[in-house]
Each structure stands twice: as C-alpha cells, then as structure tokens.
C-alpha cells in the first residue's frame, strides 16, 4: 500500500521553511535586519501592492526571517499558513479583529491567562467586542452561551489556574454547530503535546515567548490559520467573504480559499494595527523550535520526576496536574496529550499564604518571576505576588488558593530540582 | 462571476476586476480535486494587465455546481460551452495537471476556439497509482495525502513559500479536503483513462507553451518533454526548484513563463 512520506515532526521543527540561504548559502536562518526590500522595477512594485504577486514590502507587514517562524509553526501545527506577532497577546489580537467588528460576541473559556481575561473583560468592550465566559469543561455552558451575534468561542488548551484540559474535538463540535470557529490558545502544549487542528480547532494561538521560543529571551506570538472552517457556508464573516475596500476590493475567501483568514490577518491586521514581531525575536524563537522536540521531551521527564516528588512530601497538601489520575481530566488528558500535559504543576504548601512566600524566598535554584515555559525552572507564589490584593474568598473564587505555588519545570538535572524544592519544603514550615 | 452552462451555475474568478469579454481573454483551468484559488498568484496579474481573466472552478469543485464530469474530453467540451456562455468566441487556455490534458484535448479538437495554450504539469498519459484511485474511490483521507505528497516538490515538503508565513502542503491538503466526496476519484479516474493526448497534440495549431517542474514526480520532465514533441512549435519552460504544484511552489516563474504566451 502506498503511504504519503511527509517529513516528521522532529525533521519540520529543524527546517520547515526554510532552504539554505539562496544568496550566500548560509545554512542557518538569516536574521534579515531590514525595513525594506527593493522593488525589481515599477511593475514588480506594482504587482506586490496589488496582491499580483507575493513578496515582501515592508516588515511591518512581512519578512523573510519572521516568515521562516511563520511557516515552520504552520507546518508544526498542520495549518495553511501563520501570522507571527510582536507577543502572544498580539497575536490573540490579530485572530479576533480579523475576524469581526463591534457588535460582536465571543464565547470564552473563564480559566485563561490573566493578560487573555483583562482584554476580553476591560479593553475590548471599549471597541464593542464583548464576552461570556464560560467554565471549561461546561460544554453545554458554551451551548447556552451562545447568541446571533457570537463570532468565535476562544480557549486555552490547559485552563489557568487549574489546568482544565481543554476537550477540543466536543467543542469545536459545539462550534461547528453554531457556524463558529474555535479558537484555542495552545501555549502550554506546543506543537509537540497537542495539535488542536487535527483535533478540530480552526485557529491556534501561541504566546511563542514561552515554551516554543523556551529560553526566556524573546517575546512573540504565532496565530495559525487551521484552514478548515468554511466562513462563506458560515455567512457570518463579511471580513472574509466581501470585497474589503482596504485592499483592492479582495473577497479573501474567494481569492484564497482554505488560506483567507491568514492572509487577511496580514494584509489587514498586521498592516494596520501594526503588531509585527522583530525578525531577531524570530531568530530566537526559532533556535528554540529547532531543539522543540528534545526540549519538550525532557520538560515532561522532569515534570514527572517532580510530581512523583511532590505527592510524596509532607510539606505539601495537593498537587495538580492533568497526568495525576487525581486530576478531574485525567483520562482526557491521557486521550488528547498522550506525551504529557505540559510542564506546569500548581501545589499547595501546608501553612497557607505565609509557608508559600517561605518557600518563594527560599528557592535558590528556581526563579521567582512572572513567567512560564522557559528551560529553566521557573516559580511563582500568587497570593503573595501577582494577585497580593486579593482576600482568602477571593483568592479561592479565582482558583487560587492562598496556599498555592505554581511551577514552571525546568531543564535542569532533575536531582537539583528536586533537591532544591526538598530545601525550600524544609524551610516553608519553619515559622 | 457566475455563468450558467447545461442550466447549472458555474463560478469563475475574475482575477479581481470585473470581467469583460472585449480584451483577450485566458481561461485557467485547475486540476483533479482543486478549484480556482491554486491560480491566485497568476490571475489578479493576468487581469490587471490587459486579459479577461476566467479561472473556473469545473463543474462539482469549488463553488460550481455539480455533478462533476467524468472524462477530459467531456471537460474539453465543456470549455467551449463555458466561453460561449462567457461570450468569447476565442480564448487563451491554461490548464494544470488534468486541466491541462483538457486544455490539449478543447485546442486539439477546437482548434479555431484557442488562440494560446499554455500546460502546466503535463504529460502524454498520466496514469494514476492504483493505491490513490482505491482511496479516492473510497473517499479515504489517504488519497488526499499521497496527492499532497506527490505533487510536492522540496519547496512544499521543506517549505520557504514565496507567499509569506504559508505553508503549501497544508493549504494543499486543505483544498482537497473541500472537494466533495467523490469528486477527486472522477477527476482522477478521468486522467487514468485518457488516452487521446498525442493525436489532440498533433492537431493544435495555436502558440503553446509547456510549463514544467524540474522535481515533479506526477507529471516528470522527461515526459512532458515527449508531449512537448507532438504539439507543432511548442516551446517546454522548465522550473527549477518545482514539483507538480507550480502555481503555488514557484508563483513568480510560472507567471513569468505564462506571460510569454498568454
Ligand atoms: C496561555 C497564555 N496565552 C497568552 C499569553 C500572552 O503572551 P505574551 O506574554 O507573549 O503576550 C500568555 C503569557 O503568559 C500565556 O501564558
């Protein structure tokens, strides 16, 4: 039986997109530090302002390092084509004013990142963008949610704070349904655990500063079109399916098919509000894609290593994570993340607010910051951090305890890690 | 535009201008399993530089209603039903993979209806693996990946798209994926059993020009070159770099080449 020989994961994430250099050879990516690209002749510049042919113009709207990036995560993902963005946020951004205007509605999963929930609760309602959000694993909720005037429902692939798996065939089911795409935030699984497009989702985003990137250095964000979701039978994406004065008049859907959303996302979006991503950030990023694979492999070693570390130790009351079988997810996650659910763990200290900034204060080898993903171990204690202002009730209504660490395993030898969480155990229950 | 052919509604893109039947006027006509949207890189040029641009999508792809027709030369009869509907009495045809053994038949049977004829990814007999046609038959989602894998070359497995941030083999994939269920295996059943190429090459009369992917393992060189050598005058435009997939895998050569003949 013939069998397609399409080049796999670990193969893509070293070289989708891109081909030696043509002009000087060079092997790696080049970082084209540039504005600008000269134009062959009036013609040639002609043709590229009128969409005749492809090329790049001007690097807020593309750029051939940045465009290595784009297609490396489309094809890592098995999208049509992607959109990079100065942050993942951006990058959010970019998906939902592609996709509709004021007036419309999304329906969102409540467990996001806390930047994804400011956007959706304050900033985008000024523009007449508003949302319901809806508890993850109420896949009826969802249902209900939904009004004529809904143009997406957006989630994260491992609900924040509580690590909720994300059952993205149900719901982009439920979205279909309504003649929606699914949107889903696939930060905290990369490529490598979950591929939210062969699951059903239309568009994933990543914050690509995070474990894609996956060394701290370089803020970014990728939206990948999924190329599925047929938005003329939906009628409900004038963005996509009418002429756009902007542009020439371009009917996206008609001229693009499966690839309208991404090249309106461009065209429009990175045109216009300008959240274009630095091709040395690209650079970065994509040194970090090459070693996806093997990094992420590891991110899901150590990660059960602390686990199996965690659970045993008496300093520590719960421990949360999609790979416990006393996770409420466990079996979907075993279903949609065979290769682990991501390298966050949250667990709670005995002694409360006060044993959790011990332990804070006394990681040497984990960080204490504000961020996720990177090869180092990361930590980070809410309640005396980013969400100090809030009271015991409150806390506990935004499932987050007062006692409660979150972890961002790292690369490290996981005997270091380990040791140093025993030290700072020891120390949180010391008053 | 809509136009009606046989009483049923046929969409072809216009390259993004109205289109008018008084200039020159090239219809581009896709491949097994396709639409319209694999010629976005050549139309919109084509339109905005002097041609009336028709890029059908073949009855039952894309937004043109079915069924679909099941043999070239039926396809290549329908080419002149659909220009007459379209008011041309004379047309320039591009033709890709089995649009292009249409285009060859229409120019060898109709040859005072073609005025140029331009074949991408095109050669004598195009035998289909019998593997693909039994999944295509069975609308098994294999099918759509052996022809993604097959009509790839390096620049669509590996990528560096001209086209920034896309990636070929999923935007490919995906437009197979569209086609209704049954559609590929007609279309590719039709290329399987035709066999007229060399004496409807013989027969043409009009400027024709072969455009060719060095790395194409559908429709190879070597055999493109033979069609070449059975159509009066034809010139052969060789693409460095290109599997099957021309338009899309090297967009600005194939415009380049096209624009030569069309
Ligand atoms: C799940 C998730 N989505 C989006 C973002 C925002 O990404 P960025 O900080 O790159 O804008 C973050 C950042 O923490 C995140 O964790």
Redesign the interface.
Known sequence: MADPKFLKFDTLSLHAGQRPDPATGARAVPIYQTTSYVFRDTEHAAALFNLERAGHIYSRISNPTVAVLEERVAALEMGVGAVAAASGHAAMHLGIVTLMEQGAHIVASASLYGGSVNLLTHTLPRFGITTTFVKPRDLDGFRKAIRPETRLIHAEILGNPGLEVLDVPALAEIAHAAGLPLMVDSTFATPFLCRPVELGADIVIHSATKWLGGHGIALGGVMVDGGRFDWEASGKFPTLTEPYAGYHGIDFAEEFGPQALVMRARSEGLRDFGAAMSPANAFHILQGIETLPLRMARHMANTARILEFLGGHEAVAWVLHPDLPSHPDHALAKRLLPKGAGSIVSFGLEGGRAAGARFIEACRLASHLANVGDAKTLVLHPASTTHQQMTAAQLEEAGVGEDMVRLSVGLEDPSDIVEDLRQALRASQRS | MEVTVDGRRVFA?TG?RDFDPAPPAVVFIHGAGM?H?VW??QT??FA?HGRGVLAVDLPGH??SEGPALDSISGIADWLTRLTDAAGLPRAALAGHSMGALAALDCAGRHPERVRALALLGAAPRMPV?P??LAAAEADDH?AF??V??WAHG??G???????????L???GE??L??AAPGVLYRDLAACNAYQDAPERAAAVTCPTLLVLGADDRMTPPRAGRKLAETVPGARVELIADSGHMLMTEK??QT?DALKTIL
């Open positions: 893109a993004g639409d949207t976005a890189l919109r040029f905005y894309g937004r693996h593997d693909l294999l990946d052996l993604t894998d390096d620049s497995h590996l990528g560096g798209a001209r086209a920034p941030g896309l990636w083999m999923g935007g995906r437009l994926e569209r967009p600005d415009l």
